[in-house]
């Protein structure tokens, strides 16, 4: 039987199959160390102080996450409209763009912007680790230019089977919404079209026009 540096990773594997199990991952957003394969928690913790990156982790090996200044602008107010919705009805918590949670055993994902109702935190105590074992109710991801088709196929497969409920691919260069209740459900969302919370968030619509009027400064239509 072939030694395995990670369980998911066989010896004989070279770099450039680890990057295509990440799902074309480029070379520049994995850091050097720790090695392919032996990465842990701590060193997501660690990333930001020793490289500056926001790393998440997938199979042992940590990823940079990518945003631009944009996407950073849209997700800042899309946190706003949620978190006033959540505390308006009591729902939950909204974390933001380094809100670390470990929604598998051998992955640690940082949404973009994450909506975790209170039901999953008995008596409302929320954890004091800094990466609680815990998946989000709704993840959303804002795509930048640095991520590839299939690291984002292979992020809403990890969500779903996680137990993620609602997952909302935001592109803003087309302006639109891929909404996803399902690995293999999607409803694409264009920018004169409405954002449904659905079962995770009822009640809660947005015109997605509105959210990019918002973030740019502008008078919503």
Known sequence: MATTVSPLFPAEWTIADVLAQ???????RIPALPPVGTATEKD??????R???ICELVDGVLVEKTMGYYE???????IHLLREFAEKHDLG????????????????????????????????QLPGEPIPAIAPDLAVEVLSEGNTPGEMERKKRDYFRAGVRLVWYLDP?????????????????????????????????????????????????
């Open 44 to 49: 997501v913790l660690e990333a930001k102080s």
């Open 51 to 53: 490289c500056g990156r």
């Open 72 to 78: 950073s602008l849209v997700a800042a107010t899309l």
């Open 93 to 124: 918590i909204v974390l933001g763009p380094d809100g670390t949670l470990k929604i598998l055993p051998t992955q640690v994902r940082i949404p973009d912007v994450s909506v975790i109702l209170w039901e999953h935190f008995p008596e409302r």
């Open 173 to 221: 260069r087309t302006r639109t919404v891929e909404v996803r209740t399902g690995p293999d459900q999607c409803v694409v969302v264009r920018e004169d079209g409405l954002l449904d919370g659905g079962d995770v968030l009822p009640g809660f619509r947005l015109p997605l026009a509105e959210l990019f009027a918002r973030a740019e400064g502008r008078r919503p239509a």
């Open 22 to 28: 990440l799902g074309g991952i480029p070379a520049d």
